[in-house]
């Protein structure tokens, strides 16, 4: 497999070029235009290292994450990501059909790593069947934990959420992206609403769903103001308020 190299036509003076047909390849092969493995642009006599596609694809993505938290989105170029991944530029256009692309790519990646680490995983007493009876406000307050326990481990991750939110909002035809990202986020906090309140024997006085979007409004403020003071002291004071909040919303059943 050689990179692109010239090679004599038939006239003199004519040079002709001779590409990988990678993408082709696996157009064949799977109908896609995903590649089934990524080739580095290794030099002549240099030997070629074959990378799986969606390991390439997940560097990227992790690449980008620490341009857009570092640097902003505007400045997250294609040149700029593939430089802090180690890759050429070549290779994000082999993962990618463009930068857009893995920005969506990115806002998943994120969104689902915080469902893992923040919605509360069953009770024993729940895998047999019982139920964990706990106080309402207590779960409330845990999950709270768990979601700032999250953010403060990984200041650069809340950050570039943030900038991409912003990115969506200003990008026209990328406004979808922002109310998927949210929509998101309702559906988790509705998920631990709904478990917070079978542990510990309750019901909502209201629709989940709107319990569920003052909880996300809550963690966006709680968000940004540690962001910006960094006040652990602060920040537990503003989860027990938060926790004492959601839970005079809910009633024992």
Request: one cysteine or more; hydrophobic letters at 45%; aromatic letters at 6%.
């Amino acid at each position: 497999m050689d990179s692109l190299r010239p090679f004599h036509g038939p006239w003199p003076g004519m040079s002709m070029w001779r590409a990988r047909p990678r993408r082709s390849c696996a157009i064949l092969c799977t109908g896609s235009t995903a590649p089934l493995f990524d080739v580095n642009d290794a030099g002549q006599g240099d030997q070629v290292t074959r990378i799986p596609a969606a390991d390439r694809r997940s560097a990227l993505v992790r690449a980008a994450l620490r341009v857009v938290a570092d640097r902003g989105v505007a400045q997250a170029t294609t040149r700029a990501i593939v430089a802090e991944a180690g890759m050429s530029l070549a290779s994000f256009h082999y993962a990618f059909q463009s930068r857009d692309e893995l920005m969506v790519e990115l806002i998943r990646h994120v969104v689902a790593e915080e469902a893992t680490a923040v919605l509360p995983e069953p009770s024993s007493t729940e895998s047999q069947g019982q139920d964990d009876i706990q106080s309402l406000r207590q779960i409330l307050r845990d999950g709270l934990q768990r979601y700032a326990d999250h953010m403060s481990r990984d200041p650069l991750r809340e950050k570039a959420m943030l900038e991409l939110t912003q990115y969506a909002l200003r990008s026209p035809g990328l406004h979808h992206l922002a109310v998927a990202q949210y929509e998101r986020y309702h559906a988790l906090a509705a998920e631990a609403l709904d478990t917070a309140a079978r542990r510990s024997g309750s019901v909502w006085q209201h629709p989940v769903g709107e319990v569920a979007r003052l909880l996300v409004s809550l963690t966006d403020g709680l968000t940004i103001a540690w962001l910006v003071d960094r006040d652990d002291t602060a920040t537990a004071t503003l989860l027990d308020f938060a926790a004492d909040s959601v839970a005079a919303l809910g009633r024992p059943a």
